[in-house]
């Protein structure tokens, strides 16, 4: 079973300035897909950022990146010029490429932003 | 727009009650997911559901029951409502597998409290 893993649970960064949210994941799959999910505080759950494990360009989003090391089993979430609206729970999934379109979380690294 | 509602944003319910938690996506949606957010522990897959009438069990399905009769519609039954119940329930949902990497879209969450 695949497993994906956020070694930090908080996280706190200045306004402007840059951030490196961590995450593993371990699976034997060589096709899979992961993706960077934001919670707002009392808000929705909403997509950050995805990557197809085949493709080795790493996935940008304006201010967020990745940086995608197949390798290592490794899926960083950068984001630069934090914003206060950044502030929130974010959480790492993988999914299979094949078969169930179910999504494997990590515990989740709350990221703070201060003025 | 896409769009997943819950048909409660906080709910109390007392130690012994049947409990039913409603999910109504939009999107015509094949697939349904019900999780369980709590903190320190991300995101857990209780039920989850690729058609009408059919579902499969998650992580943690002890406790839980789940109905799909319409196909945007996928209920949660707490059967017996306990207090290690009380947390937040997230919705989601996603379109059967088209070969892309389409991701999950998640409703605003049911806090329910089990006193």
């Known amino acids: 079973a695949q497993t994906v893993t956020q070694s930090q649970p908080e996280m706190s960064v200045q306004e402007a300035e840059t951030v490196t949210l961590s995450c593993t994941y371990d699976t034997s799959e060589s096709d899979y897909y992961l993706f960077w999910y934001k919670q707002p505080p009392s808000r929705q759950m909403i997509l950050v950022i995805r990557q197809e494990a085949y493709k080795q360009q790493n996935a940008t989003e304006n201010r967020f990146s990745v940086n995608f090391q197949k390798a290592a089993k490794s899926f960083s979430l950068k984001i630069s010029d934090s914003q206060l609206g950044d502030a929130a729970m974010y959480f790492c999934?993988?999914?299979?490429?094949?078969?169930?379109?179910?999504?494997?979380f990590g515990k989740g690294t709350k990221l703070t932003v201060n003025p | 727009d896409v769009k997943v509602t819950q048909s409660s944003r906080y709910l109390v319910k007392r130690t012994g009650e049947k409990v039913f938690l409603e999910c109504v996506q939009d999107m015509d949606h094949e697939n349904m997911f019900w999780y369980r957010q709590d903190p320190g522990l991300g995101l857990r897959l209780i039920y989850f559901?690729?058609?009408?009438?059919?579902?499969e069990k998650g992580d943690i399905p002890e406790g839980y029951s789940v109905s799909r009769e319409k196909k945007e519609r996928f209920s949660l039954i707490l059967e017996s409502a306990s207090t290690n119940q009380t947390s937040m329930y997230l919705c989601?949902?996603?379109?059967?597998?088209?070969?892309?990497?389409?991701?999950?879209?998640f409703g605003p969450g049911t806090r329910l409290t089990v006193l």
């Open positions: 559901s690729y058609d009408v009438k059919m579902k």
């Open positions: 989601a949902s996603i379109a059967a597998e088209r070969g892309g990497y389409d991701t999950q879209y």
């Open positions: 999934a993988y999914r299979s490429a094949g078969g169930s379109e179910k999504l494997v």
